[in-house]
């Protein structure tokens, strides 16, 4: 396919013309999973604890003209390509926190909007997952709710950006992972109850994995995406899950198995490691925290609101660097992204121990 959108190196026309009351939004009315979230009792503020330490925002964004960070991808140097969600943006971030606008993606005309989350976030093209090519091209989900525009979009390194693959108008795309070896996207969808497979040669697209735990429930279903030793592993916000879906060895996709529970509001999520003794880092939007997960499902929150976090939406690790988008959904207070320190060692030590009361 070929729809195209011209890149924008500043990106402040569009924005500031969508200026907008966050705390009218908030009025306007919440999803079902945001309002389960501020009726839960959130977990008491508390400073870094290990294997997290030194966490310090190098970027505060301005919501005000849609730069709410919802995912990230990494580049070499080790800026951050993001997704600002509600201007439906892709920004670099360099690591000590200049941005540059990289590529706008295009809104819907006649009304049309992200299903659930455009009305909510009054702003109708989001930009949610991203991933990098090795080549450095970018491939981001664009959800409009317009079956022109809806799907998932490359933005090469020049800026220019087209859409590779059309995906379901009614459906929300967000979490997305990268299949390099096989040429192959893989796109979990909040509200039709799959993944996608995307194939990047040819933009055809298959429903990879289908499946009740992958549901919405009433709120957002599958959320973040990783692939990570031979398996696809997915995030449910809704009903508070973390799956792992083995992929077999002619693609197909194995039953969907539950690792953790009880993590209502998981959003994106990182592993420590390689291989199946590494755990996991996970960024819990309603509560504002960030949660480590152990390979037995244990978990032990490490950052809070105490430590910055404000809805944080996505999470990357390099060598001992961590990631952290905060969006402000739903505080309304600080969308920013925060850098930490991450103990390889200690993260290992902590996988081996059970959590102490």
Same mark, same amino acid.
């Given at each position: 396919?070929?729809?195209?959108?011209?890149?924008? &190196?500043?990106?402040?026309?569009?924005?500031?013309?969508?200026?907008?009351?966050?705390?009218?939004?908030?009025?306007?009315?919440?999803?079902?999973?945001?309002?389960?979230?501020?009726?839960?009792?959130?977990?008491?503020?508390?400073?870094?604890?290990?294997?997290?330490?030194?966490?310090?925002?190098?970027?505060?964004?301005?919501?005000?003209?849609?730069?709410?960070?919802?995912?990230?991808?990494?580049?070499?140097?080790? #800026?951050?390509?993001?997704?600002?969600?509600?201007?439906?943006?892709?920004?670099?971030?360099?690591?000590?926190?200049?941005?540059?606008?990289?590529?706008?993606?295009?809104?819907?005309?006649?009304?049309?909007?992200?299903?659930?989350?455009?009305?909510?976030?009054?702003?109708?093209?989001?930009?949610?997952?991203?991933?990098?090519?090795?080549?450095?091209?970018?491939?981001?989900?664009?959800?409009?709710?317009?079956?022109?525009?809806?799907?998932?979009?490359?933005?090469?390194?020049?800026?220019?950006?087209?859409?590779?693959?059309?995906?379901?108008?009614?459906?929300?795309?967000?979490?997305?992972?990268?299949?390099?070896?096989?040429?192959?996207?893989?796109?979990?969808?909040?509200?039709?109850?799959?993944?996608?497979?995307?194939?990047?040669?040819?933009?055809?697209?298959?429903?990879?994995?289908?499946?009740?735990?992958?549901?919405?429930?009433?709120?957002?279903?599958?959320?973040?995406?990783?692939?990570?030793?031979?398996?696809?592993?997915?995030?449910?916000?809704?009903?508070?899950?973390?799956?792992?879906?083995?992929?077999?060895?002619?693609?197909?996709?194995?039953?969907?198995? &539950?690792?953790?529970t009880g993590l209502p509001g998981i959003d994106d999520f990182a592993f420590t490691g390689p291989g199946t003794s590494a755990s996991v880092l996970a960024a819990i939007n309603?509560? #504002?925290?960030?949660?480590?997960?152990?390979?037995?499902?244990?978990?032990?929150?490490?950052?809070?609101?105490?430590?910055?976090?404000?809805?944080?939406?996505?999470?990357?690790?390099?060598?001992?660097?961590?990631?952290l988008l905060s969006a402000a959904y739903l505080t309304q207070t600080d969308p920013s992204i925060m850098l930490a320190t991450l103990d390889h060692q200690a993260s290992c030590?902590?996988?081996?121990?059970?959590?102490?009361?």
């Amino acid at each position: 396919m070929s729809d195209s959108a011209r890149t924008a &190196t500043r990106g402040a026309p569009r924005a500031a013309s969508r200026r907008h009351s966050r705390s009218a939004r908030a009025v306007a009315g919440l999803s079902a999973a945001a309002a389960a979230c501020l009726l839960a009792v959130a977990p008491p503020a508390a400073a870094a604890s290990p294997p997290i330490s030194n966490p310090r925002i190098i970027a505060h964004l301005d919501s005000s003209r849609g730069q709410t960070p919802e995912n990230l991808a990494l580049e070499p140097d080790g #800026s951050a390509d993001i997704t600002f969600a509600e201007a439906a943006q892709v920004a670099r971030v360099s690591p000590d926190g200049q941005v540059r606008i990289l590529a706008q993606l295009p809104e819907p005309a006649g009304g049309a909007a992200c299903p659930v989350l455009g009305p909510l976030l009054r702003a109708p093209a989001l930009t949610v997952g991203i991933v990098r090519s090795h080549a450095g091209s970018l491939y981001v989900a664009l959800c409009t709710g317009s079956p022109d525009q809806q799907g998932i979009w490359r933005v090469s390194p020049d800026g220019s950006a087209s859409r590779i693959a059309a995906l379901p108008a009614n459906g929300i795309p967000n979490g997305m992972a990268l299949d390099q070896r096989h040429g192959f996207i893989y796109v979990a969808d909040s509200l039709l109850s799959v993944i996608w497979r995307v194939s990047i040669a040819d933009g055809a697209v298959s429903a990879w994995a289908r499946g009740p735990q992958l549901a919405p429930h009433g709120g957002l279903g599958a959320n973040g995406l990783k692939l990570h030793d031979g398996a696809m592993w997915v995030s449910n916000t809704q009903l508070g899950t973390l799956m792992r879906i083995l992929i077999r060895r002619d693609g197909s996709a194995a039953p969907i198995q &539950t690792t953790a529970t009880g993590l209502p509001g998981i959003d994106d999520f990182a592993f420590t490691g390689p291989g199946t003794s590494a755990s996991v880092l996970a960024a819990i939007n309603c509560f #504002s925290t960030l949660v480590l997960i152990r390979p037995g499902g244990s978990k032990q929150t490490v950052l809070t609101a105490a430590d910055g976090l404000s809805n944080p939406s996505a999470v990357a690790i390099r060598g001992g660097t961590l990631y952290l988008l905060s969006a402000a959904y739903l505080t309304q207070t600080d969308p920013s992204i925060m850098l930490a320190t991450l103990d390889h060692q200690a993260s290992c030590l902590a996988a081996q121990q059970p959590v102490r009361a």
